[in-house]
């Protein structure tokens, strides 16, 4: 088999099916589709025109707009002897369909953003889902407000001045890889913001080391993000950073009363010793 990876967007087995081998391959629609040139449909399979690349671009942007995460599934019947070594090894292959999957969101988790928005903590989505899924999600969420959607393609045109130029009006970062991820971080940072980063898979590891507060979410986070971090969320609960938030604010608070009173106190007192 040929393992997803961010860099070809899709997963690829060769494999028998009863007497025959086959390919099959699932990934990203915009890397799935440019394999195929047919599609299934009405129980034939029919080549991919214009036309028909077309349509099924759209039903994929629809798709996605209803904030659904979308997999492109194809297959084909491989030459005799053929190996699934390298990309370039995947037959011509024929879309059998999409299947979508809902990740919905806790009414919950949309209050945490609102209330770390409003606590002037600004909040930016870093994914690698489909642009029109990650601002659909976003929107629900209630932090697009007008913010741009930079994909991961947009990032790798822009150089680190142009990015330190727009990356503060950039709500949703979306299709984007591990070494874009490690580089927004980096940009932020050189803006002067303090970062944290959360996230629960590899792919987030290197910019939660990097962020200032790197934050794994560990119920279901990979070795790599928790061994990386510097705090565990293991509720995997965005509500339980913006506790962490006002715990931490709080004891600021404290601490800044307590050295204002012990610093007023001893003024106080060496005045009164070196007058006296």
Same mark, same amino acid.
């Given at each position: 088999?040929?393992?997803f990876? !961010?860099?070809r !967007? ?5 494999g028998?099916?009863g @007497?025959?081998?086959?390919?099959a391959v $699932?990934?990203a ?6 394999? =195929? ?7 034939e !399979? ?6 028909a690349?077309?349509?099924?671009e759209?039903e994929v942007?629809?798709?996605a707009r209803?904030?659904l995460?979308?997999l492109a #599934? *194809? ?5 005799? @002897?053929a %190996? ?12 059998l369909?999409?299947? =979508?999957?809902a990740?919905?969101i806790?009414?919950?988790a *949309?209050?945490? #953003?609102?209330t770390l928005s409003?606590?002037g903590i600004?909040v930016a +989505?870093?994914t ?6 990650a ?13 741009? &959607?930079l994909?991961? !393609?947009?990032?790798d045109?822009l150089d680190?001045d142009?990015l330190?130029? %727009?990356i503060?009006?950039v709500?949703?970062?979306a299709r984007?890889?591990?070494?874009? $991820? ?9 803006l002067?913001?303090t &970062?944290?980063?959360?996230g ?16 794994a979410l560990?119920?279901?986070?990979t070795d790599?993000?928790?061994s ?6 293991v ?6 950073i913006?506790d962490a &938030? #006002?715990?931490?604010?709080a +004891?600021?608070?404290? #601490?800044?009363? *307590? ?5 007023g106190?001893n003024?106080?007192?060496l ?6």
């Open positions: 088999d040929l393992p990876g !961010s860099h !967007s899709f997963h690829a087995v060769l028998r099916h @007497r025959r081998r086959e390919v $699932k990934g629609p915009e890397a799935v589709l440019p394999l =195929c040139d047919q599609w299934h449909r009405g129980g !399979s029919r080549p991919i025109g214009a036309e690349l077309r349509l099924l759209d942007e629809t798709l209803r904030g995460r979308v #599934v *194809a297959t084909a019947k491989p030459p005799p @002897r %190996v699934l070594n390298e990309p370039a090894d995947v037959p011509p292959l024929t879309l369909g999409f299947v =979508c999957l990740d919905s806790r009414p919950a *949309a209050a945490a #953003v609102t409003d606590a600004q +989505m870093v690698g889902d489909h642009p029109s899924t601002a659909a999600i976003a929107a629900d969420l209630g932090m697009l407000n007008g913010g741009r &959607v994909t991961g !393609s947009d990032l045109a680190d142009q330190d130029t %727009v503060d009006d709500a949703v970062f984007t890889t591990p070494l874009q $991820k490690v580089r927004i971080v980096a940009a932020y940072q050189r002067g913001h &970062v944290a980063m959360t629960d898979g590899a792919n987030d590891a290197a910019a939660i080391r990097l962020a200032d507060a790197g934050i560990g119920g279901r986070g790599a993000a928790r990386h971090a510097d705090v565990v969320v509720d995997d609960r965005v509500e339980t913006v &938030v #006002v715990e931490g604010r +004891m600021w608070e404290s #601490v800044r009363h *307590a050295v204002a009173i012990l610093v106190g003024l106080g007192e005045g009164f010793t070196l007058v006296g």
